[in-house]
């Protein structure tokens, strides 16, 4: 089926590790998005790329950083995973117009102990 | 800035009660409107939508107006039923480059049988 799969489903890190979430669509967008999930807290943005070669800040950037690989793929790092960054990640994508919602990904729940 | 209020949860309703979820919105522009649902462990899905002001979205017999005069969009559902318990967020989307969706915090709704 089309659409966005992220990977890792479930991934477990101890403090100061590194990884990589992999996120990749099939529906020829040209804005993909990662989103963190917390409690009560809603979706914020952490990073995002309007198009292929673009990449920029949203909300909560720190701590992370993006890679829009081609048009397909899109994937956040995490360089030194510290117990704050604990959460669920979305990935996201769409095509540009207003009209349009955003497509997600299934999540990946990290947990940084 | 552009946000999005909604009203808290968690709202428990028995089977066939109706549903009003409240969402109010703060933009510069002329935004597009959705309704996202979140069954448990999985991503956000569209539920709705509406592009200008005093368009209707519906699906799943869930319907929400676009009201520009009170920045609103609220969801309601004549006979609600166990399998809508899930978490409903409200989101606005500004036309850009970048295409950003700004969501709401999420209403946590349970249905008792």
């Known amino acids: 089926n089309a659409g966005v799969t992220q990977t890792p489903k479930f991934q477990v890190l101890k403090t100061g590790q590194s990884m990589t979430l992999q996120c990749a669509q099939d529906m020829n967008h040209n804005s993909m998005y990662w989103y963190r999930q917390d409690p009560g807290m809603g979706l914020r943005l952490i990073y995002y790329?309007?198009?292929?070669?673009?990449?920029d800040k949203g909300e909560v950037p720190n701590g992370y950083n993006v890679s829009r690989l081609n048009k397909r793929e899109f994937s956040l790092r995490l360089e030194s995973a510290a117990p704050s960054q604990t959460s669920v990640y979305f990935c996201?994508?769409?095509?540009?117009?207003?009209?349009?919602?955003?497509?997600f990904g299934s999540g990946t729940r990290l947990t940084v102990v | 800035g552009d946000s999005v209020t909604q009203m808290e949860g968690p709202v428990t309703l028995s089977e066939e009660a109706f549903l009003t979820i409240n969402c109010t919105y703060t933009a510069t522009g002329y935004p597009s409107l959705f309704w996202y649902v979140q069954y448990p462990g999985e991503g956000l899905q569209l539920l709705l939508k509406?592009?200008?002001?005093?368009d209707k979205g519906s699906n799943k017999g869930f319907e929400a107006t676009y009201r520009k005069e009170t920045t609103s969009f609220h969801l309601e559902k004549g006979s609600v039923q166990v399998s809508d318990s899930a978490v409903y967020f409200c989101a606005l989307r500004l036309y850009s480059s970048a295409s950003k969706i700004i969501f709401g915090s999420g209403t946590r709704l349970s249905i008792r049988p």
């Open positions: 996201a994508s769409t095509v540009v117009g207003e009209g349009d919602g955003y497509t």
């Open positions: 509406a592009t200008k002001a005093d």
């Open positions: 790329s309007a198009s292929e070669g673009t990449t």
